[in-house]
T-cell receptor
Framework: DGGITQSPKYLFRKEGQNVTLSCEQNLNHDAMYWYRQDPGQGLRLIYYSQIVNDFQKGDIAEGYSVSREKKESFPLTVTSAQKNPTAFYLC??????????????FGEGSRLTVL | AQRVTQPEKLLSVFKGAPVELKCNYSYSGSPELFWYVQYSRQRLQLLLRHISRESIKGFTADLNKGETSFHLKKPFAQEEDSAMYYCALGGSNYKLTFGKGTLLTVNP
């Protein structure tokens, strides 16, 4: 079954702790993205990666870190420096360099709550 | 800078009525515009893109470069159209910028 898998679906964290959200895709897509979805704010881009071992900051990268060691994996770490980490996080992937550029395939999301 | 504006947070219409979800963008280059939809308890998914010029589920959207708009329209709304709709703008760097979304409710 092809697609984007995010885990965990729900996560609780104490203040001051780092937490890593997993994102895996078996679509053989080049690009992967992390968005944060907040009520009334829409989707805001945190980080994106177009190729293995390379990634770029999005609009709200502060307090987050990522890695792209494998094409199929793009984990997001929410660090203790992120001031308002409670949110719904969406991972996505896409083909690039073709007419299908811009069609993002999304995971089901991870809801992080900081206690 | 890329920017997408969806002026309506909420839009409520009756079944069979026309619906228009507004989207305006700001981008200095050649834009690629998309509409994404999120139905209740489902993943966010692509609805349509301006380059395809196609109608999906009865929805159409025309890119108006003069007005920098990409409004989504459907002549006769159905209850199953109720969802959150996001307009998105793609640039040359494969980065997709989303608007804040419009929650469409189609009443019976």
């Amino acid at each position: 079954d092809g697609g984007i898998t995010q885990s965990p679906k729900y996560l609780f964290r104490k203040e001051g702790q780092n937490v890593t959200l997993s994102c895996e895709q078996n679509l053989n897509h080049d690009a992967m993205y992390w968005y944060r979805q907040d009520p009334g704010q829409g989707l805001r881009l945190i980080y994106y990666s177009q190729i293995v071992n390379d990634f770029q900051k999005g609009d709200i990268a502060e307090g987050y870190s990522v890695s792209r060691e494998k094409k199929e994996s793009f984990p997001l770490t929410v660090t203790s420096a992120q001031k308002n980490p409670t949110a719904f996080y969406l991972c996505a992937s896409s083909i690039i360099g073709t007419a299908n550029t811009g069609e993002l395939f999304f995971g089901e999301g991870s809801r992080l709550t900081v206690l | 800078a890329q920017r997408v504006t969806q002026p309506e947070k909420l839009l409520s219409v009756f079944k069979g009525a026309p619906v228009e979800l507004k989207c305006n963008y700001s981008y200095s280059g050649s834009p690629e515009l998309f509409w994404y939809v999120q139905y209740s308890r489902q993943r966010l998914q692509l609805l349509l893109r301006h380059i395809s010029r196609e109608s999906i589920k009865g929805f159409t959207a025309d890119l108006n470069k003069g007005e920098t708009s990409f409004h989504l329209k459907k002549p006769f709304a159905q209850e199953e159209d109720s969802a959150m709709y996001y307009c998105a703008l793609g640039g040359s760097n494969y980065k997709l910028t989303f608007g804040k979304g419009t929650l469409l409710t189609v009443n019976p």
